[in-house]
């Protein structure tokens, strides 16, 4: 298999996914098989109700992954350029719409179709010997699908130095530049983002990860707001804000000096 998928349950119930796209002979490249795993891999998750949050990393720590296959790449024409790239774009998108938040673990490299994938994460965390970078434009093709991510996370001005000269930035450049959330150690990053997730309601999580994509897609900020009115009573259909209100108002009563 070159997608792994491990279960870690939780103990107040469901489970962590980490998913591990396992290509480390081609630097966790992208090909048609790999894709088509990753996507029936990614479906399978989105479809099960107890997951809390997923970790996308790549195998062997040289690279989160390091592009399209440059060899499929090599052999594309008009009629299968659209098909590989659609393919491409609808792996960054199964992250992007994942119904819980997911968690980039960069590890080396993450170039082309790798940082599109990191980018369409809601969080990324880079160990310090990461490189980013966008080098399509230097094999005689232009960065497309979820590059369009980049300018909301970078800025214009950046996106187009990453896009039109295919260099490299290394992680602290990427860090300041607000491509990832943080840099140390991975797994230790990881975790300290996926403490107040896990803490939160997982319902809650669920609908706020809706909203985010309902503002970055609505044709205005009106709608925008509008959407979260309706997400907010959306939050009503469990109990969980009466719960964890109550629980809450109890231990701030409880630590209330007499």
């Known amino acids: 298999m070159a997608v792994d998928v491990e279960r870690v349950t939780r103990p107040e119930g469901g489970f962590i996914a980490r998913v591990t796209i396992a290509n480390e002979r081609r630097l966790n490249s992208l090909n048609r098989a790999l894709m088509g795993e990753f996507l029936a891999a990614m479906a399978a998750l989105a479809a099960e109700p107890g997951l809390r949050l997923a970790i996308l990393t790549g195998a062997g720590g040289r690279a989160f992954v390091g592009g399209a296959d440059i060899d499929e790449l090599a052999g594309l024409d008009r009629a299968s350029a659209r098909d590989f790239i659609t393919l491409v774009h609808r792996c960054c998108d199964s992250c992007r719409r994942l119904p819980v938040p997911a968690i980039a673990r960069i590890e080396g490299y993450a170039l082309g179709a790798g940082l599109e994938l990191a980018a369409a994460c809601d969080l990324r965390v880079a160990s310090p010997d990461s490189h980013f970078g966008m080098p399509e434009v230097r094999i005689g093709i232009p960065s497309v699908v979820e590059a369009a991510l980049l300018p909301r996370l970078v800025g214009a001005g950046r996106a187009r130095n990453l896009v039109l ?94």
């Open 165 to 258: 000269t295919g260099e490299t930035i290394d992680a602290p450049t990427a860090l300041a530049w607000g491509l990832v959330d943080a840099v140390g150690d991975p797994d230790a990053e990881v975790e300290r983002l996926a403490a107040p997730i896990l803490d939160s309601g997982p319902h809650a999580i669920r609908i706020q990860k809706a909203l985010v994509l309902d503002w970055e897609d609505a044709p205005s900020t009106g709608a925008a707001v509008q959407r979260g009115i309706d997400r907010f009573v959306e939050a009503y259909d469990t109990d969980e804000p009466h719960r964890m209100a109550a629980a809450r108002l109890a231990a701030m009563r409880a630590r209330k000096p007499r």
